[in-house]
């Protein structure tokens, strides 16, 4: 019986010399990093063109240097372009690689310090280094190519992502420690439910943003990540006892709509309004809200309302009355953000989170934790744009020369890396101190810190954005090839400057806190 079983063949091996023979338009080689492509019939297909091929140092020779200069290492991991290699140069071995799932990046400042070699810290634990060793392998494996993909075709994010996350119980975790891991097996028993910390949770978002998607991020949950707390610390135990699971499981997506057309920040200025039935039984929710991030496929609206005693928090389900449409945003539309009318929707006064008129005080119990999660998310991508330009500057060579050996290309990645090094360490900081207060003492300690720490990081982000661009010149406007993702953090990075309050709102809530707090004895 015949064998249906794959082959495996070792590569053809050619010498240099072989090689350099094929050097004409009816037989065309190269070699790309020791491995042998022919590009005879491909030449008219490229996306380069043909000509390129016909430059004096290409036909039959090594075009490596030439090659790093005008592509992504993914390029040659297509398969259409695998099939491209006919086999080996003898005795040499490939040296180049792209993307190595699960590892860390040798790249200098392409981690945080923690994450780099012979460097110590006083915050990180064995534990923490463990989790970021399984964090990353999971993005890497299972996030990163979906991300990819629905950046691409703008479709939100796949099931079996939101299912595999709530294998490990991470849809859980990002609402930081607390009552609401008792019980789960997080990350497969890696940490227990009592000993997650908030570093944890900044592993979590840091290894996240690291699939160089901010819409498919946002995707994953943001929703959750704001729409959910108010249900966690307000909600009534029933309602809690329903929701939390079926969202923590990931087969429920629940969204905060609190800004409208109207009114964003201005929640007295909100014109949905609930108003109670005759027998004081149900909520009649009318009215519109707007930039609702995964409102296009949230089960569950966690809703700002006017009511007769002011503003208040209403947990309003999917179905008869409501409607959510996608808004094009600058971003790709895997985030689900949608318009959402909500018209004479009946909602069982149950669902009222915290007191009837308490609604202010509802949402502002979590924005320290919301701007916190920000702050960890921005850090990491401005690293992002640290290894895009430390590789582009240091592969592209303009004047024979590498982009690097030109002062004023390292004095931008000077002022990158110092930028992103001083935002983490402030958030490492930040994060010890949240680790080590109550709730109620991060709210009134920290919320000055992180309102600032949060105004500096997007700050620091938009100029890295701008220096990133500038480095890559014309690719950093172009949204595939080699500058697709500082394209990319530029094209979103005003978006985290606007979440969570406006930059200058919240330098101006940090140093109002600071004026309270000043001693009343102390003169110069
Ligand atoms: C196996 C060999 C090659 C493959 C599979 C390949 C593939 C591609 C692809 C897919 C693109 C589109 C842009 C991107 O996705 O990055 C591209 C662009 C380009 N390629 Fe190639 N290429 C090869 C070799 C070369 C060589 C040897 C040269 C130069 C001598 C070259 C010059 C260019 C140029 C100038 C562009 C346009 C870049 C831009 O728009 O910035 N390619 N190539």
Request: hydrophobic share 35%.
């Amino acid at each position: 019986m015949a064998s249906t079983g794959t082959v495996f063949q070792e590569p053809r091996t050619f010498t240099r010399e072989e090689v350099a023979k094929h050097n004409k338009e009816g037989d065309l080689w190269i070699i790309i990093d020791s491995k042998v492509y022919d590009v005879t019939r491909f030449k008219n297909l490229h996306p380069g063109g043909a000509s390129v091929f016909f430059d004096d140092d290409i036909p039959g020779q090594d075009a490596t240097d030439v090659f790093f200069g005008l592509h992504r290492f993914e390029v040659l991991e297509r398969p259409q372009y695998q099939r491209l290699q006919i086999g080996v140069i003898a005795g040499e071995k490939p040296q180049i690689h792209g993307k190595v799932d699960g590892a860390l990046s040798k790249v200098p400042y392409a981690e945080p310090a923690w994450l780099t070699d012979g460097f110590k810290s006083p915050y990180f634990t064995e534990n923490h280094r463990k989790f970021q060793a399984a964090m990353r392998k999971f993005v890497d494996e299972v996030i990163y190519p979906d991300a990819q993909a629905r950046e691409a075709d703008g479709k939100r994010p796949t099931q079996h992502v939101f299912d595999r996350m709530a294998e490990l119980n991470l849809h859980a975790m990002r609402m930081g420690p607390g009552k609401h891991l008792k019980g789960l097996t997080l990350m497969n028993g890696l940490v227990k439910p009592e000993e997650f910390d908030y570093f944890h949770e900044l592993i979590i978002s840091q290894e996240i943003v690291r699939c160089g998607a901010r819409g498919y991020g946002d995707a994953l949950n943001a929703g959750c990540v704001i729409g959910l707390p108010p249900v966690l610390n307000f909600g009534s135990p029933e309602l809690k006892a329903r929701v939390i699971p079926e969202v923590f499981s990931g087969k429920k997506f629940i969204c905060l709509a609190v800004s409208e057309a109207h009114a964003g920040s201005d929640v007295f200025g909100l014109q949905t309004t609930a108003t109670k039935t005759e027998d004081g039984k149900h909520w009649i929710i009318t009215g519109t809200k707007k930039w609702i991030t995964n409102g296009t496929f949230a089960d569950y609206f966690t809703v700002g309302c006017k009511t007769e005693d002011g503003f208040t928090v209403i947990l309003v389900e999917r179905g008869e009355g409501v409607e959510t449409k996608p808004i094009k945003t600058s971003y790709s539309s895997t985030a689900g953000t949608a318009y959402i009318t909500f018209d004479h929707v009946k909602v069982p006064v149950e669902n009222t989170l915290g007191e009837e008129g308490g609604g202010i005080f509802v949402m502002l119990s979590n924005f320290n934790h919301e701007r916190w999660v920000m702050c960890c998310c921005s850090a990491r991508s401005q690293r992002l744009v640290i290894d895009e330009c430390m590789k582009w500057t240091s592969q592209r060579k303009a004047f024979g020369k590498p982009l690097n050996s030109q002062p004023v290309v390292r004095a931008k990645l000077a002022a990158m890396i110092a930028r992103t090094e001083s935002v983490q360490n402030w958030l490492e900081n930040v994060t010890y101190q949240m680790c080590n207060m109550s709730y109620k003492e991060q709210a009134s300690k920290l919320a000055g810190q992180i309102a600032f720490l949060k105004m500096y990081t997007t700050r620091c982000g938009q100029e890295t954005a701008r220096d990133g661009l500038h480095l890559f010149g014309g690719r950093g406007v172009t949204q595939s090839g080699m500058g697709r993702f500082v394209e990319h953090y530029y094209r979103i990075v005003p978006f985290d400057a606007l979440l969570g309050g406006a930059e200058d709102v919240l330098a101006d809530l940090g140093v109002r806190q600071a004026i309270r707090a000043m001693p009343k004895d102390t003169k110069l």
